[in-house]
């Protein structure tokens, strides 16, 4: 057993502080800096950050460098995600490109369509978004009818997709479209390329429970792709999107204890700040056992982090595991908000004014692990696959 | 970054549990039962022979020089089986003697524990307070020192022939940790009515007890926080066992147990429960595995680590040998089923060493308070 990281890494982490320290306004990190107010000032900043981050070779670590990848490894994505969530650097807008799109094409792409996709992405040139959930299939997401039909040289889309993340922002789509509507629901969909820039494509904003309007509701009507635009096989779509699901569900954790345990330290912060029974919050029995039960937790999630990078370093992909990984942070998060609120006690209701608070750092995890909980799989949806696929317990046909 | 056991220890795991699947397990834990703490005695010479005792003793003393994670392991085999010996004990005896004895005292107890001749058991008591006056005291009486006090939870304190006691003395105004000879005069064990009848733990009264200055170990208190941290990195990995095992029974159990024309297993709530047990057993295996390794490495911050082990692996541990029970239905309230078994284990761990609360108040002053470990 060896938890280090070994010295070539360690000098990567000291080059990515001195990076970020170098990009980043001065003040920033720290509550009192004036972040973006509005979701457009963050959009721009998100993009600002797409582009900072390629020009200093920080995008697509561990991505081939053929297709402008750093070819790095794992290692270096997990150092740099823990830096960026140490300081509390900008979340940049083409996630769902990075996370999600790019690595499945490395998988399951053509030669040509990783030369014409992937450099783009990573440049913040092209932003991505991802249409699979609609109206009516949300977790039952086999269940979906929007339809593709091949036209002469032309894939042709109909059909309506919901809570699209950055959809108002995206150059392409990643759709999952019905092909085959006499196979059976799994066999007969395809993952198509979707240009968002044409008459065929409407994007309208939804606002969040945060006020913001991050997702909208795409309508494709008639919208064209050309025929070279399918990952994997046309039929085979269903295969190709659950290639990512599990990227989506196990990768996204590694890092992530950095930036929940920095929320963790604000509320430490506030708890010594605020009144509990007899003392601050910091010195309430009560509230001294319930942190130090959520830091733990958080802790655990260091753990598992480690878990993952010692197995991708073999296994070059997670299985189902991941999606108890998902779980984990998801709810674990949630309850982080809930007792963030509650140490609040009666500040609870505001999300400014108080310094100690972060900057409303402490009510946009409140608000926010709220969804964390519902993409990628619901909660429920995720004890599901854990129950059936890692326990291996009888099956039900529901889902 | 390779954080996980190696080959060699994974493979040293695998032929002690089939080892310990013969001396130990339910059947030999409800021996142990019927028993008393005598159980004990009659298995010790084969983990001797197995190599399980003593083994972090050197190999002219007995042992095989194994390190606390070449030994982690192995307490997650004895929680999966129950094992009715107190074996943490004898590793933080032989470890604590390895680190901080005198050569004499090294060269008279480790070959005992190593070859299960002697037993040691560890005067636990309330670990958190051992110094606060409640514990034992040591008065100096015509040059030698005599004790006196109680302490309780004491793991087969009515077999054991040497009892590891921290001390405090006022009249030379500093804290020891004795080795006390069981056998001598005015010590007295008490047994208690214990849940977990494959681990009894008894009271011990000292009363104006000699303790000759080759049983003594100066100072104490660095001697017993190690031993603390060691004892509960011991008790989250034995929790993890205990709680992996009987999980892994009940998935088989709900697999084939039929209501309502299928296996109770494909129901929801069912399923559920299991997934969201099999986190926190995954959990705990990482924060053990973790936890291990501060111990392993003498890492500084090992006393906050072993306190977040102890109390995640604890909680966890009893909910999980909890819904055992209750996914078992009526088998599972039986004497005959294991799970009760798993169940009074969990909770008996989770009230060593230190509760949850305790742990986590530990660990608050040091997160917290800022308090230096
Ligand atoms: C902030 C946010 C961003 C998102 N971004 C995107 C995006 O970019 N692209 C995209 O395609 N989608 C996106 N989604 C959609 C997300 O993937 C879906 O909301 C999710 O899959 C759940 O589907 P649903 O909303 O239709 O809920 P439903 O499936 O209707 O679920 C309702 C409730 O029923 C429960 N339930 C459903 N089926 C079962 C079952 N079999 N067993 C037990 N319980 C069940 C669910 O767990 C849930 O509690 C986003 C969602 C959010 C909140």
Redesign the pocket.
Known sequence: MDIAFGKEQEDFRDRTRQFLQAVLPPGWGTSRHPYPQTAKEEEELGMWWERTLWEHGYAGLSWPQNYGGQGLTWLEQVIFSEECARVNAPVGVNG?GKGLLGPTLLVEGTEAQKRRFIPPLLAGEEIW?????EPNA????ASLTTRAERVGEEWVVTGQ?I????AHLADWCFVLARTDASAPKHRGITFLLVPMHQAGVKVEPLR?LTGEA??NSVTFDGARTALENVVGQVNDGWRVANTILSFERGTWIVGRHAQYMREMDALLQAARDLPGTGGSAAQDSYFRQRLMALWSEIEVLRFHGYQVITQLQTKSQLGPEASMLKLYYSEMHKRFGELAMEVLGSHMPFSEGLESVGAGLLHRAFLGSR?ET????????QR?VIAERVLGLPKDD?? | MEFDYTKEQYLMQGSVSRFFQEVAGPAAARGCYAEGAQFAHSIAPRLAAQGVLGAAATPELGGSQLTFLDFALIFEAAGQMLLPYPLMENYVATDLLMRFGSEEQKAWYLPRLAGGEILASVAWGSPARPWSGEGVQALLSEGSLRLHGRRTFIPFATVADVLVVPIQSKSIAGTLVGLVDAHQPGVEVMPLKSLDGSYPLDLVELRDVELKPEAQIWPGEPVWDWACQVGRTALALEALGAAERIFAQTLDYVKVREQFGYPVGRF?AVKHAAADDYLLLESARVASRYAAWCVSEDRPEAGLYSALAKAYASDMARRVTGDAIQLHGGTGFTWDGDAHLYFKRAWRIASQLGTAPEMRELMAQLVIDGRTA
């Open positions: 769902l978004c991802q249409g699979y959930s949300g977790s039952d997401l997709k809570w699209t993340s950055y969040q991050h997702f969804a519902i993409f990628a799989g619901t909660s429920e949806i599901n529901r889902h | 929801q």
